[in-house]
């Protein structure tokens, strides 16, 4: 089976001059998840018709897949689909058309609509002309009407709201814009449909009615949770569809074994993967390939995006780790700003107010008080001393700080870089450390202190 994604159209109603198919939702495109859905559906043969910021649309979803223009952005969508006839034309089977707007569609139900095409042809002898994604709204205001044969799911029509009578306006089967047409049959409508006298408009809608009055069969599918026909038409509605995917892939993780506490407020993404026995607390995000392994506790508040975390590490409330790796048993936090490409090793310790960036932490390194580590390597088992300041930057370029093994740095220590603090060596607080320091050795550089008796009430008193 082949398949054409509808994405031409602007969205006005969005009130945005990007792509409507190219808003976001949960860090993806629109577009992203109907891509993603006809893929895992077994379609790999995938044309995409574009319109306006066509280039836009191309540069986000790259050179995999054949694109199509629609010369007439207010042609319909049945123009849409015969801009890209140059793609099917010539097959014999079965072609998918699905909006670049509906999200909510999932791989299970394409899957499943091409399952009954087959069994209708297998077990009724019946060569379907088309099938109809349909849902049962309890308010179907501002849907298409499917008009069945009554007691079958043979369609009669399609018909629009401001086309319906008060009768049909009542029927709450709605058509879902999901369409699975057989091609010969297909190509002829689109040849003999007429546009719409009030828009100028050609409607797939109108392929439908073309092929009953030819005597062709087309039936409805019925899909399983009603959210997935709902397009995107406003904000609102991406709002909406946004909130509806975020909490199914809560639900997804939650049945393997992930705990979340208040999941109303927990943001995750599609490339997210969690281990068994994760356990999320509120007004927690999760971004990008974020990896959780077992047993992994992300508190209040924490932002976690494209890290892995090992095994049993706690990231405490309101810290934030990005694009980088945490060992096993650590614990980061709180309010503490892992940053990219640092890594942090096992059962390490980064707490209040520590900075990480750009440097790699050895195993059971503890830094728990308001320091900045960056551009440095530290071995295993260093003591990093609240208020301790690597100055990686002379105003030009950033240089390097490497830290030995059970090295201790003493609070409120400056190591100005290009710096190397051996194993054993011990910092003395408050230093100013501009020269190589070797193993073992004690390295204290400060002023020598002046005590002035009664100086200080004389200051204070003046």
Do not use: C
């Not at 409120?412 to 501009?434: D, E, F, H, Q, R």
């Amino acid at each position: 089976m082949k398949a054409v994604i509808l994405a031409a159209g602007l969205g006005s109603r969005f009130k945005s001059d990007k792509p409507k198919v190219l808003h976001e939702i949960l860090g993806k495109p629109v577009l992203w998840y109907v891509v993603n859905a006809v893929e895992r559906g077994g379609i790999e043969d995938i044309a995409i018709v574009v319109g306006y910021g066509a280039e836009e649309v191309k540069k986000a979803l790259g050179d995999g897949f054949k694109y199509f223009l629609q010369e007439n952005p207010k042609g319909g969508t049945a123009n849409a689909v015969l801009s890209s006839m140059d793609f099917w034309r010539n097959h014999e089977g079965y072609i998918l058309i699905i909006n670049g707007d509906t999200p909510l569609v999932t791989s299970d139900t394409i899957k499943n609509m091409q399952r009954f095409l087959m069994l209708v042809e297998e077990y009724e002898k019946v060569k379907l002309a088309g099938v109809v994604l349909s849902s049962v709204l309890s308010d179907p205001t501002g849907y298409g009407r499917i008009v069945k044969e009554e007691g079958t799911d043979k369609i009669l029509k399609i018909v629009e709201e401001k086309d319906a009578s008060p009768q049909e306006r009542n029927i709450r089967e709605v058509n879902g814009g999901v369409y699975m047409f057989y091609v010969p049959y297909l190509l002829e409508a689109l040849f003999k449909i007429k546009p719409s006298e009030v828009t100028g408009e050609l409607y797939l809608t109108d392929v439908v009615s073309y092929m009953v009055s030819r005597g062709y069969e087309v039936r409805s599918f019925m899909a399983s949770d009603p959210t997935e026909i709902l397009g995107i038409n406003t904000r609102w509605e991406l709002s909406f569809a946004e909130n509806i995917l975020r909490l199914k892939l809560i639900k997804f993780w939650a049945e393997k074994g992930v705990t979340f506490h208040i999941p109303e407020t927990v943001w995750i993404e599609p490339d997210v993967t969690l281990s068994r026995n994760v356990e999320i607390f509120p007004g927690v995000t999760l971004r990008g390939k974020t990896k959780l392994s077992k047993d992994v506790v992300v508190k209040t508040g924490a932002v976690i995006e494209d890290s892995e975390l090992g095994e049993g590490v706690v990231v405490e409330p309101y810290s934030f780790i990005r694009k980088s790796k945490v060992g096993a048993g650590a614990i980061v936090g709180p309010y503490a700003h892992v940053r990219e490409n640092s890594v942090i090793g096992e059962k390490g310790e980064i707490g209040n107010f520590v900075e990480v960036k750009k440097s790699r932490l050895g195993s059971r390194v503890k830094a728990k008080h308001l320091a900045y580590i960056g551009d440095a390597t530290v071995g295993d088992n260093a003591n990093i001393g609240a208020g301790v300041v690597t100055a990686n930057y002379d105003g030009r370029r950033k240089h390097k700080t490497e830290i030995g093994e059970n090295a201790f740095i003493g609070s409120n220590s400056l190591l100005v870089a290009p710096i190397k603090i051996g194993n054993y060596a011990y910092i003395a607080g408050g230093s100013v450390i501009t020269k190589d320091v070797p193993d073992e050795a004690l390295a204290v550089e400060r002023g020598e202190q002046r005590v002035l008796k009664g100086k200080g009430k004389k200051l204070l008193s003046s």
